[in-house]
Structures are given as structure tokens and as C-alpha cells.
């Protein structure tokens, strides 16, 4: 599977999560940059499969702004501390080799100062990929005008001599003027230029920027995986009672491990042939609302929408808001009457544990799972997870050996374990000198 970063600017990130849903089962994402997720630090939000990383911003008391990094749980990562007053925030990954990756937003109405950029990059390890919403337009990047925040983003291009991803294609659309824009940008450094593909998303997903999508060239990069299980639900038992079948020749051997390996090597063969696996893949974002009525809608919403970006007439326009609100209508009735169907399935003579389950996932208290963090072991940077692993097991092994014991801890035991133990008694036990055969064979309750 390629390795995929996504970029999105979604203006809001509880009221887009569904949105942000379908983004994550599209494009299977190792990370997803968020811009102007308008989070106050009191706000919880979970999101299935991902860790999120946060730094929210307040204005007035109310959240403005802000931003968001969610990451693939089961990839190996690093947070990396930033001292700036720019909303940003990194991380490193392994693709191949350490990477990091960075997200910022830059507010339009918010002066940032030259020399704020030059340390924000003085502080991200290279190689890096710098991506989110900077309001910044140029010729550049595809933008029919520069504006000042254009030509700042230009100069630290050049002093830094760095390369930009972008394709010149539109990355954001203004409601009001109904024109595109290209103000979300992917900066990275030259080193790795030739290793990404830069594309922009076909879909608004009800905000106003257009995902941007980074995907590495190397397919041999790979995610990792879940553990394939065997679904014993939907095993022909009696298939693989026939091939499982044992035969006295398999074990005709004076070896009892090569018996062994035979042996088991038959039984998993009967079970590969009899018994499905999982896929591997991780589960995709569960939207239990959507029915055939809405998917209806959004394709009509997709139909709609791609007809006002071919010929931006405002006839067109009207047809797309028109399907939109038809959407979120049907949006909306379908999450009220699943909910209320989800918790009319909680009776009186629903088992304890059944109820308490689904009144977590009611609040969103379920299991979030536990992420992989890169190791540092004596210096040497590990991302790979089987140096990681090896390196834990290594450590774990020498914390329990006899060698990290203080000597008089170790000369004890010696003598300790030298002695023969006895399991004669001259002192009857407390409690089981008078059980004799007769209590075991007449119980006087019928559980014992």
C-alpha cells in the first residue's frame, strides 16, 4: 500500500468528522494535517485507528483557528517539540528513512514575521514536509496575483532553498465570489522532491479547501498490518475434520520436533483450505447512517458539484447548494433515527456488560488502541518495528537476568535454590485435615 499524507483544511473539525471520515477510507492516510479545526483545549475528539496530536488556539475566549495531526496508530512516530508562536505542529515518521512532516496554518488576518518562518524551519530535523494552509498567493504556485504573504512564503523558498509540490492546481473556493484559489501548499525539502506525488482532492467535503494529497513513489514502503486470524464462525468444520486427519506415518520419526513440525504444518493446512482469514487491513470508518437514500443524495451533491466546476454558471451554482442542503437533510433524519434505534436496543433484560458497551460507544469512551513510539536506544534512532521490538526484548531480557541482581541477592538465591524442598508436614493444614473421599463423592451443594 502506498504511503499517503493528506493536508485539509476543514473548518471545523467536530462539525466535519463524518467528512473527514470519508477522506480517511479513501485515501487511507498515514497522517492527515488539519487546519482550522476550532478546538477548545476542554474539547475531547477521538478518531478510530488515529492518534491525535493538537494545538489549539484561543482568541477572545473562543477557539479560532488551530490545528490538528492525526496519525496512523500502528506507524511508528515522534512528536517533536516546537518553541513558535505559529500555530504548527511536527512529527517524524520512518518512510525508508526519518522523516518529518509538519503542518501550519497562517491566518490571513494575522502578520507573521519573516524571521517567526525561519525558525519554525531551524527546528524541523531534515529531510521535511512542510504542508497546510498558508493564505499565500503567487504566480508560483498557480495563483493569478501575489499578495504579501505570497512573497513571503516565496523568500523562505529561496533562503532556505527549498522545493514546492504543488501542481498549480486550485486548492481552495471562495463561497461568496464563486472563484478558485491556490493557497494550501506542500513545501519539502530538495532531497525528497523526486520521492512525492502532489494531487488536490475533486471534493470541498462541505468545507472550502480541497484536500491535498501527498503519496510516496515507493510502493515497497509498507504500512503495517493486523494480525491474520481465522473466522471460526464461518469454518466447514467437517471439511477440515476431513483433511485435518492424522496418519500414524507422520510421526514415524525419531525426532519429536520434525514430528512435531509435521504435524502442525498439516493441521494449519486443513485450516488454510477450511477456514477464512481476515483481510489484515484495518477497518474503515463506520458510518452506520448512510443508506441507500443518502448515498442517492451525495451522488446526486458529486453530480451537481462537478457540473458547477466544468461551467461556474449561476444556475449551476444554485443546482449544487440546492442538492447540498438535500443531503445534509437526509444527513440529518438518518443520524436521529439511528441513534434512536441504537439506543432502543438497550432493554430491561440486556446483559450488564452488552449495556455498559453501548453506552460507551454512546459517549465515545471505547477503546483507542496504543500507538508505536520511535526509540532512541543508546543513541541509535530506531523506526523500523522489528528493531524496535528486538531492542525491548533485548532490554527487558537484561533487567530480568541474574547479572543486574546485587551480588548478596544472587549468593542468596544460589543457596536458596540448592536446598530440597519438602512437602511433608508434621502440622495438619488449617481448614483440610477433616475433608476425607466421602465429602467429594456426597457434595452438599451440587455446584462442588
Not at 440529518?332 to 456488560?353: A, E, G, H, L, M
Request: include cysteine.
Amino acid at each position: 500500500m502506498t504511503i499517503t499524507f493528506v493536508s485539509w483544511n476543514c473548518h471545523g473539525l467536530r462539525a466535519h468528522l463524518d467528512d473527514l471520515k470519508t477522506i480517511a477510507n479513501k485515501y487511507q492516510p498515514v497522517c492527515i494535517g488539519l487546519q482550522e479545526t476550532y478546538l477548545a483545549p476542554s474539547v475531547d475528539v477521538k478518531f478510530r485507528n488515529y492518534n491525535i496530536i493538537r494545538k489549539d488556539n484561543i482568541q477572545s475566549s473562543r477557539a479560532s483557528g488551530g490545528i490538528a495531526f492525526l496519525l496512523l496508530q500502528s506507524f511508528p512516530f515522534k512528536p517533536i517539540t516546537l518553541n513558535t508562536t505559529i500555530q504548527a505542529v511536527a512529527i517524524q515518521i520512518n518512510v525508508k528513512m526519518l522523516l518529518t512532516v509538519c503542518t501550519l496554518y497562517l491566518p490571513p488576518s494575522q502578520n507573521v514575521c519573516q524571521n517567526e518562518l525561519d525558525n519554525l524551519l531551524g527546528q524541523l530535523p531534515n529531510p521535511f514536509i512542510l504542508m497546510g494552509d498558508m493564505n499565500g498567493h503567487s504566480c508560483v504556485w498557480g495563483s493569478s496575483e501575489t499578495n504579501s504573504r505570497g512573497v513571503q512564503i516565496e523568500k523562505l523558498i529561496s533562503d532556505h532553498n527549498l522545493c514546492i509540490l504543488n501542481d498549480n492546481s486550485k486548492t481552495y473556493f471562495h463561497h461568496i465570489n464563486r472563484t478558485f484559489h491556490t493557497v494550501d501548499l506542500a513545501i519539502c525539502s530538495p532531497s525528497i522532491f523526486t520521492r512525492w506525488n502532489f494531487t488536490v482532492g475533486d471534493n470541498l467535503y462541505n468545507s472550502d479547501h480541497f484536500p491535498i494529497i501527498l503519496k510516496h513513489f515507493d510502493n515497497s514502503v509498507g504500512i503495517p498490518r493486523r494480525p491474520v486470524r481465522f473466522i471460526f464462525d464461518k469454518a466447514d468444520w467437517q471439511l477440515f475434520t476431513f483433511y485435518s486427519e492424522l496418519k500414524s506415518d507422520m510421526v514415524q520419526t525419531n525426532d519429536i520436533d520434525t514430528a512435531t513440525e509435521i504435524v502442525t504444518r498439516h493441521i494449519l493446512s486443513a485450516a488454510d483450505r477450511t477456514i477464512p482469514k481476515t483481510s489484515g487491513k484495518f477497518p474503515k470508518q463506520w458510518k452506520p447512517w448512510w443508506d441507500d437514500r443518502y448515498a442517492e443524495a451525495n451522488k446526486n451533491l458529486n453530480r451537481a458539484w462537478n457540473r458547477f466546476r466544468r461551467y461556474p454558471t449561476t444556475n449551476n451554482y444554485v443546482t449544487f447548494k440546492e442538492a447540498k442542503a438535500v443531503a445534509q437533510r437526509i444527513k440529518r433524519q438518518n443520524k436521529r433515527n439511528t441513534f434512536q434505534n441504537y439506543v432502543s436496543t438497550i432493554q430491561n433484560n440486556t446483559p450488564s456488560k452488552f449495556m455498559w458497551e453501548k453506552v460507551r460507544k454512546i459517549l465515545g469512551t471505547y477503546k483507542m488502541g496504543h500507538s508505536v513510539s520511535i526509540l532512541n536506544n543508546n543513541g541509535q534512532i530506531l523506526s523500523e518495528l522489528k528493531d524496535i521490538a528486538n531492542a525491548l526484548g533485548e532490554s527487558f531480557a537484561k533487567i530480568s537476568n541474574d547479572e543486574s541482581c546485587p551480588q548478596t541477592f544472587r549468593t542468596y538465591k544460589m543457596n536458596e535454590e540448592r536446598k530440597l524442598l519438602t512437602f511433608l508436614s508434621s502440622t495438619p493444614l488449617r481448614g483440610t485435615s477433616s475433608l476425607g473421599v466421602t465429602c467429594f463423592r456426597t457434595p452438599r451443594y451440587p455446584s462442588v
